[in-house]
Each structure stands twice: as structure tokens, then as C-alpha cells.
């Protein structure tokens, strides 16, 4: 078990970060926050100029569009995208899970017509899970998908649904394809032109800004059959193997070690009553604190990716690594905000907003971490469950 990078990751570390350094502009602030068509427009530039480089299908296999990479130098890419705000923007979500749903489950006719988009970072993909009914039991769905013959009908509602208005080109979509079954079963999993008829994207005013978060609208829905991804009201493992790797396909502590770094030169740079702030000992034991919980979220979220190398299914690790990723980069932005005091809750472009407003963004964008990809709540109960081998709650 040897956690040290390779030179050739150490160099390809420096190549990306020279990389996100010279095609990032000053507007760029990250995923959440802005969904601000000159944000999106950027995240599609990016994305291009990765695919160009071989980067943003790192470790997907060459056949689809992908390098061939190793899952260390993909944990680097994460890092460092995570560290510079996320910068494949909505394009994160067919990178990490979509992209290898399809590689798993999909008709070598899917895996042809929708994957090379992908790896040229020429199409955005939204995620129909979530509706207001079913968030945590997402097997409670409602919305319909009616068989009729060559092609389903689909009507109902999503919630959540990050970058649907992007626009977002398709939707990986949950349906109940069957209401005779038990609810595990009668559900399917569907790829949707979000330009067909009948679909219509609400955008939701959020703490994230406006238009972040969406809810989409289905009415009579035409969903061609060669459209249906995996076995018809077979969907749930489709799911279970995507949620696993939306949960460890993010480099959250990435972000934490980056907030960090950004207090760290703030303390030192920054003197209060005439002293230093980096010499004020109970600074200096938070930082450290929140250096040591940067270090057991890296920990985890390593030991999960060299379970994967060794072709094991990392469950209540990648639970595990969700939780800790999401606590160390909340934490480190709540401390953040104690240390650089009041003036942390002046937004950017104060011209009195300490570190141009970081913390006070970070603090507040990060509070999704609980919520999104499964709560804290259900990511617990995963590892009560499937790591400790307690009984399912009854
Ligand atoms: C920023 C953001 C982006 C998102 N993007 C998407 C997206 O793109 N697509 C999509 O489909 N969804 C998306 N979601 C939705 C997200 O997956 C759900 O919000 C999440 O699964 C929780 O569901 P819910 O909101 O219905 O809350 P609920 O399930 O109603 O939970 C409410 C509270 O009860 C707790 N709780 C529920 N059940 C249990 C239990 N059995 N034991 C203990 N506690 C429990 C939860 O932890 C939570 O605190 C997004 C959410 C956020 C915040």
C-alpha cells in the first residue's frame, strides 16, 4: 500500500496545473455560484481543450475516445480539478458516472453514438433522479414511462436536477416502467433528447444562485426504445453502480486542501492588534486541525481507489470518502470564516472582502456536500449497513 505519486503523475500534476493556470480567467468561480452562460461557455472551452489533450477522458478506454490512463493519475486530474473549482463544470457529470454507465450497461450502438461526444466535451448531460417525492428513497419515483411497443411515453416530474437549463443536451432518466412490480424492481433507466416534445426545465432560485438547480417537466414524452439503457425495470443495480461512482468520482478534498492553502498565506500575510495572525497559537491549532482532516479525507478517498485498482467494490468506502471529503472542505471554510472575522461576510467584489470574498463563497457552496449525490444522513446508514454488517434499519 504505497500512496506516493509517480514522477510521471508528479509531472503530469504540474503539466495540468501550468494548464488550468494559463486557460482559467478571472471570471471563472467555479461549479456552483454562477450558472451564468459566459461560466458555462467557459466550462465548454475548457472541456475541449482537455479533450484535445487527452485529459478529459483520462482513464476511459481508447476505443471511446479515452487515454488508456491509470486510476492514479485520474485521482490526480480530480485533485486538481476539484482544487481549481471544478472547472468541467456541468461536464463532470457524464465524465464520472454517466460516461461509465454506459460503458457498462449500454448496446454497443449506445457506447458508438454517446460516448465519443462525451470525450470530445461537446455535450452536456443532466441527472433525472431525484423528485418531489423521492429524494433518499429514490425508489418511492413516480414518474411514468408507459410501453408502447417501439417506444415509451413518459410523463411526471424531476427535482434537483443540476445544469438541466445549461442547456442540458440529454438526460440520464430513473422511470417506474412497471407499477405491478415491487418498487426495487419496476424501475428503468432512460436516455432522453432533453429537445423532445413535452419536456419543460424550471430553473430553482437557490443559495447556489439561480438556475444551478432545475426541475424538469415531462409531459407525453416520446422516448425511442433504443433509448432504454440496461434490462427494461431492471434499472436499480444501473443505479447502485452509477451513485457508487458519482460518491467517489469527486476529489473533494482537493477543495479542502485549497482553502487551506488560501488561509494559510492570509495568516501569514495578515496582522490583527499588531501581531501576525499565523502567531496566534489557537489560529495556528485550527489550521492544523483542518490540515489533519484534509489528510484522513485524502486517506480514505485513496484507499477507495486502490480498492477499485484491486477489482474490488468499494461500498461503505465510498461512502465513507464522501463523508469525509464533504466535512473537511464545509470545515475548513466554517474556520475560515472564524479567522478572517466580520469582514468575511463581504461578498466578492467588496474591495474590503478578505481573500476577494473565499471564504464566505466557499461557505456557503459547500453546504450541498451534505445533500447532493445521497445525504451524510443515508451515507451513514451505508456504512452501519454495509460496512459494519448491522441489520437494515427496520
Ligand atoms: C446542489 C444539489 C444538486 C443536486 N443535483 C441533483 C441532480 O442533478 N439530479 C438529481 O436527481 N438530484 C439532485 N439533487 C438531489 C439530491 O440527490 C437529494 O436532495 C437528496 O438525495 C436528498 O433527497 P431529498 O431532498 O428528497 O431529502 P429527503 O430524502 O426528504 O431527506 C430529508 C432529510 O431526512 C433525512 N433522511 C431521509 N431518509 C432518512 C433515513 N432513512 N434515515 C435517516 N435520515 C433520513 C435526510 O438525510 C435529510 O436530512 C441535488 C441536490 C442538491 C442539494
Redesign the pocket.
Known sequence: MNFEFNEEQDRFREDLRHFLNDELTDEWRGI?GSNAHATVQLTRDICVALAERGWLTLSWPKEYGGSDGDLWSQMVLREEMWAHGEPRGPQY?NLNYIGPMIMRFGSEEQKQRFLPPMAAGSVIW?????E?G?????ASLRTRAEDKDDHFVVNGQ???????NSPADWCLLLVRSNTEEKKHRGISVLLVDMTTPGITVRPIR?M?GFG??NEIFFEDVVVPKENLLGPQDGGWPLITYGLSFERTGIATHGRALRTIEQLIDYVRTTERDGRRLCDDPEIRTKIADLYCRYRAARLISYRVTSMVEAGKEPVAEASMAWIHGGQATQEAARVGMEIVGWNGLLREGESDAPIGGAMEREWIEMI?MS????????QR?IVAQRGLGLPK?G
Not at 134 to 138: E, N, R, V, W
Not at 158 to 164: D, E, F, M
Open positions: 456552483y457529470m443532466t441527472q433525472g433522479f431525484s418531489p423521492a429524494g433518499s428513497d429514490l424531476k427535482i434537483w436536477n443540476s445544469y438541466a437557490s447556489g444551478e438547480i450541498p445533500i447532493g449525490a445521497g445525504t451524510v444522513d443515508i446508514l434499519a
